[in-house]
């Protein structure tokens, strides 16, 4: 389940359930029309939807389990990008509200998916790019966003990071493939002294998930254990089988090493 929080669910029946085939980023479109377009897109009439529709007033209404099924509003894009309409017509830039709003969306699409905070104007490319971009593979929305709402997505954009701007690994560093994580040292658990768990504080501390002025010490206490549960969860990862597991595996360990030093 891909449900963005803070977002009104209001799931549609046109959509591909389990369509999705890649999370490349989010396609800006405008509505070219006022008011919740939730009618239109549950009706089979229509054949069209969005993952995402937001109001001048900054309010987001979210249509389809987002990056697990597709919505309809970009043809040949649909399987590979989310999709965000925005109230209004081309010839009206998008409100401040509005702004925020498509940047919460895209703030949570970063750090569901990994979407880059990056514009782009391209149908394959990772981040924000806008319907026009497809052209005929895309339904042939030359017109869509306009170039009002296309210049604005450096807006969305440096919203979006303000919005993450405290939240650890923002700026995740792709990992330079020569880069080897030092090998996990066995027996690493919680509440245990050896081996030593400074090594693994100091990636903690480095990639953002542990205070810097936490003091090292051979024990991984509950510091340490809130800091890895946090990186399991936003991971995936649980080597111990339960969820917010406060105890680093060898795959976490290889993440966390690449993230911090590679
Ligand atoms: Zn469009």
Request: aromatic share 10%; charged share 20%; proline share 8%.
């Given at each position: 389940?891909?449900?963005?929080?803070?977002?009104?669910?209001?799931?549609?029946?046109?959509?591909?359930?389990?369509?999705?085939?890649?999370?490349?980023?989010?396609?800006l479109h405008v509505q070219a029309g006022?008011?919740?377009?939730?009618?239109?897109f549950n009706n089979p009439i229509s054949q069209a939807s969005s993952d995402f529709w937001v109001s001048k007033?900054?309010?987001?209404?979210?249509?389809?389990?987002?990056?697990?099924?597709?919505?309809?509003?970009?043809?040949?894009?649909?399987p590979f990008y989310a999709s965000v309409e925005t109230e209004g017509y081309p010839g009206e830039k998008l409100?401040?509200?509005?702004?925020?709003?498509?940047?919460?969306?895209?703030?949570?699409?970063?750090k569901e998916f990994g979407w880059p905070l990056a514009i782009v104007d391209s149908t394959t490319a990772q981040g924000l790019t806008y319907h026009g971009a497809g052209g005929s593979a895309w339904g042939g929305h030359t017109g869509c966003p306009g170039s009002l709402r296309k210049a604005q997505r450096k807006d969305i954009i440096a919203a979006a990071k303000k919005l993450l701007g405290s939240t650890p690994e923002t700026n995740p560093k792709p990992a330079p493939s020569k880069y080897v994580p030092p090998a996990f040292p066995k027996g690493l658990s919680p509440?245990?002294?050896?081996?030593?768990?400074?090594?693994?504080?100091?990636?903690?501390?480095?990639?953002?998930?542990?205070?810097?002025?936490?003091?090292?010490?051979?024990?991984y206490g509950p510091r340490t254990q809130k800091a890895v549960a946090g990186f399991n969860k936003k991971?995936?990862?649980?080597?111990?089988?339960?969820?917010?597991?406060?105890?680093?595996?060898?795959?976490?360990?290889a993440l966390l090493f690449t993230l911090a030093y590679g």
């Amino acid at each position: 389940m891909a449900r963005m929080p803070g977002a009104k669910y209001r799931p549609v029946v046109n959509v591909r359930k389990n369509g999705c085939r890649a999370h490349r980023g989010l396609v800006l479109h405008v509505q070219a029309g006022n008011n919740s377009p939730f009618g239109w897109f549950n009706n089979p009439i229509s054949q069209a939807s969005s993952d995402f529709w937001v109001s001048k007033t900054g309010e987001v209404e979210q249509y389809v389990n987002t990056g697990v099924d597709y919505a309809w509003a970009q043809g040949g894009g649909n399987p590979f990008y989310a999709s965000v309409e925005t109230e209004g017509y081309p010839g009206e830039k998008l409100t401040d509200a509005q702004v925020k709003g498509v940047a919460k969306i895209y703030a949570w699409g970063h750090k569901e998916f990994g979407w880059p905070l990056a514009i782009v104007d391209s149908t394959t490319a990772q981040g924000l790019t806008y319907h026009g971009a497809g052209g005929s593979a895309w339904g042939g929305h030359t017109g869509c966003p306009g170039s009002l709402r296309k210049a604005q997505r450096k807006d969305i954009i440096a919203a979006a990071k303000k919005l993450l701007g405290s939240t650890p690994e923002t700026n995740p560093k792709p990992a330079p493939s020569k880069y080897v994580p030092p090998a996990f040292p066995k027996g690493l658990s919680p509440n245990h002294a050896k081996p030593s768990a400074k090594p693994l504080q100091k990636a903690l501390k480095a990639t953002g998930w542990l205070a810097n002025d936490v003091e090292l010490s051979d024990n991984y206490g509950p510091r340490t254990q809130k800091a890895v549960a946090g990186f399991n969860k936003k991971h995936g990862l649980n080597d111990a089988g339960v969820s917010y597991d406060p105890a680093i595996g060898p795959n976490g360990w290889a993440l966390l090493f690449t993230l911090a030093y590679g």
